[in-house]
DNA sequence: CACATGATTCTTGCATACAAGCCTTGCATG
DNA sequence: CATGCAAGGCTTGTATGCAAGAATCATGTG
């Protein structure tokens, strides 16, 4: 991938990204507040990159900016992460059938490794979501989706939030990584029927376990549409 | 400043959409360049709203920014393009088989009053656009999934340029209202089947009309892809 | 004429200053 | 003690200034 990047605005995209993290792995709790200022100090950068970094997040559902009121980590809404299940699963399902033999020996190594990985991973939880979000992006590499790939990614950050307290509750990481298996080697065998039955069945599981979630941690999810913010941060960095 | 303005805050977003709409419309030709200066001057604004709205517009793939260089037009990228055509195509059957019975009747009127519209509109390509995708989201939402079909919108922005130019090499916009028709009837008449495939066929030929048109037009396409930009500025503002 | 080279003029990225409005807090008052 | 109210603090939105670098143009040289 020798793309011609357009130049690495780095400060913004930093900031981008450290916050980003922080919100995906719930070390900013849904909710809570974030000021500009504070952020930018802690960061050491200016409110520029940081505000349009936010803009960024906004842009994700990540944030939502009241003007002159302040910048909230937004709540896990439900409506969101149903939608993000729904259209993860249109568009995995279709690269699935849209496989074509012979498949890309490389890549089919490179997802055999992540399985590899995924074993070896014990109970960490933040490796087991990187490597089964390579593993997802690897399997509709394969048949040639990924820019597809980025598109729901960037979509189902709600999805990605509920995952996060749904694998909390759900030690048993290898039950995922044997359905991966499954969808795996149904795959490389050419038989696409069965890859697709058990990566939708892997989709819906993952699924159900979010929404066992929900009544588990309510004050992390939507509860009043229109109920207005307020400025009560939690606020720290590390 | 010079003019008390009545509302904030909608700076941003007006040079956003206004900016966007003419990117899409091409009426900024894929490849000019746009200074952030220039068009801040022209809208009567300062760099700041201009440049955020700049950014958003990368996110969605319509511009490129080169520190130090400059603001460019992306030109229409046929990868891009096909991914979205995967996408929609993906996403808008998926939506169509989720489909269930009863149908919600004021959806179903507001679509069958965009048909009549469809037919109203005579040789108005933009009219007709504007129609044509509120069909498609209409649809969308016949199944609960307009969230959905937000994201779709957003990244199929390089497809609906090129059918932009697809569609005024062929006048006859009364063929894809048919086809409307027939995925529409079936739909409601609960064959969910043909629905579907009236569907399939009809976003491939839209598709094929767009790669008939990048034969035509060549210079609106990215060629080279490691192509450097040129400072040469194309702009103007009504 | 061809070509190298330095000055100039743009460009965007970041920092900073100002504007406008909401929220909180503290004080006065019944 | 409870309550109303005003002032100050904090928020984001916008404007502006500065810095670094890339492309371009003019100039000098072979």
């Given at each position: 991938m020798k793309n011609p990047k357009p130049t690495r605005q780095r400060e913004r995209h930093n900031v981008y990204r450290r916050v980003r993290e922080k919100i995906i792995g719930l070390d900013f709790s849904p909710g809570s507040a974030?000021?500009?200022?504070?952020?930018?100090?802690?960061?050491?950068?200016?409110?520029?990159?940081?505000?349009?970094?936010?803009?960024?997040?906004?842009?994700?559902?990540?944030?939502?900016?009241?003007?002159?009121?302040?910048?909230?980590?937004?709540?896990?809404?439900?409506?969101?992460?149903?939608?993000?299940?729904?259209?993860?699963?249109?568009?995995?399902?279709?690269?699935?059938?849209?496989?074509?033999?012979?498949?890309?020996?490389?890549?089919?190594?490179?997802?055999?490794?992540?399985?590899?990985?995924?074993?070896?991973?014990?109970?960490?939880?933040?490796?087991?979501?990187?490597?089964?979000?390579?593993?997802?992006?690897?399997?509709?590499?394969?048949?040639?989706?990924?820019?597809?790939?980025?598109?729901?990614?960037?979509?189902k950050s709600h999805l990605d939030r509920a995952r996060m307290l749904g694998i909390r509750k759900i030690p048993e990481l290898g039950r995922l990584t044997e359905e991966h298996h499954a969808i795996f080697d149904a795959a490389v065998s050419g038989d696409a029927a069965t890859a697709e039955r058990h990566l939708r069945s892997h989709l819906r599981l993952v699924f159900a376990d979010v929404k066992a979630v929900e009544e588990d941690s309510p004050e992390l999810f939507v509860r009043d549409r229109d109920a207005g913010p307020h400025r009560r941060s939690a606020f720290v960095w590390d």
């Open positions: 974030i000021s500009e200022n504070e952020l930018a100090a802690a960061l050491g950068v200016s409110r520029t990159p940081v505000r349009e970094a936010m803009l960024l997040l906004t842009e994700e559902g990540l944030v939502e900016v009241f003007a002159k009121i302040g910048t909230f980590v937004s709540r896990v809404d439900p409506e969101q992460v149903a939608e993000a299940q729904f259209l993860r699963e249109a568009v995995e399902l279709a690269s699935l059938r849209s496989l074509s033999t012979p498949l890309d020996e490389e890549k089919v190594d490179r997802l055999r490794d992540n399985l590899r990985r995924q074993k070896e991973t014990g109970e960490d939880i933040r490796s087991f979501f990187a490597l089964d979000e390579e593993f997802h992006r690897g399997l509709m590499d394969l048949a040639g989706h990924e820019s597809s790939w980025s598109t729901v990614s960037a979509a």
